[in-house]
């Protein structure tokens, strides 16, 4: 009979000394893991709109319907809600804009992808306020510290990534043409894309259209 009510106490998640059994300590992270990427998705596009600075406890849980203790404790501090908002952006911009065009060969035609990927982007726009990247680095470039090495990095990967595909290309050619310097054409590619992100923001239609032009013109 011990064992019995032992075991119906473990199954509503206790045991015999009243303390949580580990199903009810799980559920209790699940969803914690839940509420963190919820807060630090809204918190996404709100810097994407204002900036990371202006993000705060109390604006994220009146516009989630949340207790501002309770985002205290998913963050503890401003700037670890700062860097969960950086990399929830980076998670979505790798799902939405990197893995699909990892599904083409790479090079050129990866290149394009990325290209055409990176306009949809910016376009629809993923962030309320288009790039995350573009709205945020400008206020950290020269502020050390977690956030901006977070954001720095995060460029840093995307700036390789365009280089890798351009190595490609230049690797595919007959040597006939010089190919383009990979490092200095992939900070030109993405010095556009930010040019290219504030104008679709202004409103200007054709924005999309130079974008694919400056990238074929480094394939050519």
């Not at 206020?139 to 990095?153: C, E, I, K």
Request: proline share 4%; charged share 25%.
């Amino acid at each position: 009979m011990e064992s019995e009510r032992q075991g119906v106490e473990r199954g509503v998640g206790r045991d015999v000394l009243g303390a949580e059994g580990p199903e009810v300590t799980d559920l209790r992270l699940v969803r914690g893991a839940r509420a963190r990427q919820r807060v630090a998705r809204r918190a996404v596009d709100i810097a994407s709109l204002d900036g990371l600075d202006g993000l705060s406890i109390g604006r994220l849980a009146a516009d989630l319907g949340l207790s501002k203790s309770g985002v205290q404790t998913l963050f503890r501090t401003k700037e670890n809600l700062q860097l969960a908002a950086a990399e929830c952006a980076r998670r979505e911009f790798e799902r939405t804009v990197v893995r699909p065009a990892r599904s083409v060969p790479a090079g050129s035609a990866r290149l394009r992808e990325l290209a055409e990927r990176w306009i949809a982007y910016a376009q629809t726009p993923l962030f309320a306020g288009g790039c995350f990247w573009s709205a945020n680095l400008p206020a950290y470039d020269s502020r050390p510290g977690a956030v901006r090495d977070a954001l720095l990095a995060h460029r840093e990967a995307w700036l390789e990534l365009l280089a890798d595909q351009l190595r490609s290309v230049a690797g595919a050619g007959s040597g006939d043409v010089p190919s383009p310097d990979p490092e200095l054409a992939a900070f030109q590619i993405d010095a556009m894309c930010n040019a290219a992100n504030i104008a679709m923001r202004l409103g200007d239609d054709s924005a999309a259209g130079k974008v694919r032009r400056v990238v074929e013109g480094f394939l050519r």
